[in-house]
């Protein structure tokens, strides 16, 4: 059974959301505002970054976002290509450019930022540093394509045996990938990364 507590703002149809581990969470207000919000535990309003823009610290629709290591916020920042890097109190780090239509960010355990390009129809691995390490992934509209299809891919999760899921805005499916005994250790995606408490 739950209760329901309603935010009230001027939300400009926002996209995804993640938590902290001291239970406050960040929202990306994204379509039409271009900005994070990030709320403490009980709902208050702790701080909020951004706005509409091509610049730095500015988003065109941002749609993804992850916390990582020293708790740096990465940024889907969709209609301009591009990843974004904020410290915990919102500070612009720096840009990652040329990531085509990113529009999930996942960090594992072994601090990999896995970034979910739509357009691209793939899911790329960066390092920390916004080098690009690997990708995966292809084009496939139909059930009966090749294995590993992607139909502009959304989010992405791993469960508990390591096992893959990708949501598909384009396809009827879900994609769910089982690694292979003798997979390269570095093309596997970890479990999510956690924040020292």
């Not at 939300?11 to 938590?19: E, L, V």
């Not at 916004?130 to 992934?137: E, N, P, R, S």
Request: aromatic share 12%.
């Amino acid at each position: 059974e739950f209760r329901r507590v309603l935010f009230r703002s001027d939300y400009g149809q926002p996209s995804t959301m993640t938590f902290l581990p001291n239970g406050d969470f960040l929202l990306a207000d994204g379509y039409q505002n271009g900005r994070i919000i990030r709320y403490n535990a009980k709902g208050e309003l702790v701080l909020q970054f951004g706005s509409v823009g091509s610049g730095p610290g500015q988003f065109d629709l941002v749609h993804g976002v992850a916390v990582g290591p020293e708790g740096k916020i990465y940024t889907a920042d969709r209609n301009n290509n591009r990843i974004e890097v904020f410290t915990p109190d919102g500070q612009f780090i720096e840009e990652w450019p040329d990531v085509i239509d990113p529009v999930g960010v996942y960090i594992d355990d072994k601090e990999g930022v896995w970034v979910v390009s739509a357009g691209g129809n793939r899911i790329l691995k960066y390092n920390t540093n916004g080098q690009l390490l690997t990708y995966f992934g292809g084009y496939g509209k139909t059930t009966g394509g090749f294995d590993g299809g992607l139909a502009r891919p959304h989010q992405m999760a791993v469960d508990s045996e390591g096992n893959l899921y990708v949501t598909g805005y384009d396809g009827p499916w879900l994609n769910k990938f089982v690694p292979k005994p003798d997979g390269d250790p570095a093309r596997l995606v970890g479990q999510p990364y956690k924040l020292p408490q």
